[in-house]
């Protein structure tokens, strides 16, 4: 089992920056792919970033590259998502989750992911 609490969303205006957090717990996370997705009213849950936690290895959707950024800080179990030059159209609640690696399932696909947390609201006005 692993256990996925998200913290750091909020309201902000256009062109903020924000930075969400992950803190996972429980089964040994070295081994695991851990993803930010987010979901907006009416709409689906749609992949944000990716992260291996051995090797750090990165994938964005073509959204967000070049503005949001994914890293994980080993020694504090911490995965983030740093949100730069944020716009309206981000606004959703953001989930963290966790992938194991004998999943075959597409990493960019909510459906590939075994572990979610709760939620983070990332409002954004204009």
């Known amino acids: 089992q692993v256990q996925l609490a998200e913290s750091g969303g909020g309201a902000v205006q256009a062109g903020d920056s924000l930075r969400l957090s992950c803190a996972a717990s429980?089964?040994?996370?070295?081994?695991?792919?851990m993803g930010w997705f987010r979901q907006a009213p009416g709409k689906e849950r749609e992949f944000v970033a990716r992260?291996?936690?051995?090797?750090?290895?990165?994938y964005y959707a073509d959204s967000v590259k070049g503005l949001f950024t994914i890293s994980r800080d080993v020694a504090k179990n911490t995965v983030y998502l740093q949100m730069n030059s944020l716009k309206p159209e981000d606004t959703a609640v953001y989930f963290c989750?966790?992938?194991?690696?004998?999943?075959?399932?597409?990493?960019?696909?909510?459906?590939?992911?075994?572990?979610w947390g709760q939620g983070t609201q990332v409002t954004v006005s204009s």
């Open positions: 989750a966790a992938r194991v690696p004998t999943h075959r399932s597409s990493s960019m696909s909510p459906g590939g992911y075994d572990y």
């Open positions: 429980g089964r040994t996370l070295s081994s695991l792919t």
């Open positions: 992260i291996t936690w051995s090797g750090g290895d990165t």
